[in-house]
């Protein structure tokens, strides 16, 4: 049974638009040049770019799933699935900007050091501070951040009282 799920397919459409303006470039430059050198490192670079856009694009495309027991990590376009115990997270992280998804970003601990993964972000608001409670009572070491540090997210998080105010004297 899979209690929450999230996914990063989102960069897709961002791989998308990066090759589209990769291909634009490259035609406008292939269009006006008349040199046959010229024509021919710009279909190099061109290509070169789109084959680099698409192996970076193999290694962020995931579904994540954080079942009970264990998080799953199921990559789209290889075929590679990670399981994580819940112990193994080391903190989660809230990002939202404004006219931009929200994202969540996990640090994990794997055999060949830390990890990080960034992906649509599990639950909104509310929801997330019911996803961030579960969590927490599967890993209790588990750290949450919120950015930006004035989200309404860390009053429901960390109380009224989530900032720390330095007092300064003359």
Known sequence: MHKYHSS?????????????ACMGIGYAIFSTSESTFIKTITVGFSLLAIVLIV????NIVFDI?????EILIEYHLKNQKIRLNHSDLI??????AHKQPAMNRIKFKTESGLKSIK?????FD???VEFFNWLKSKNPKIKVSVFPSD???NEKLFGPKYR?????TL
């Open 65 to 69: 799933f954080f079942n009970e027991n």
């Open 126 to 128: 509310d929801q997330f």
């Open 119 to 123: 992906f649509q972000t599990v639950a």
């Open 91 to 96: 903190g989660i992280e809230y990002i939202s």
């Open 151 to 153: 989200h309404c997210l």
């Open 55 to 58: 192996l970076y694009i193999r």
């Open 8 to 20: 990063s397919s989102y960069f897709i459409f961002e791989a998308i638009f990066a090759s589209i």
């Open 164 to 168: 720390k105010y330095v007092k300064e």
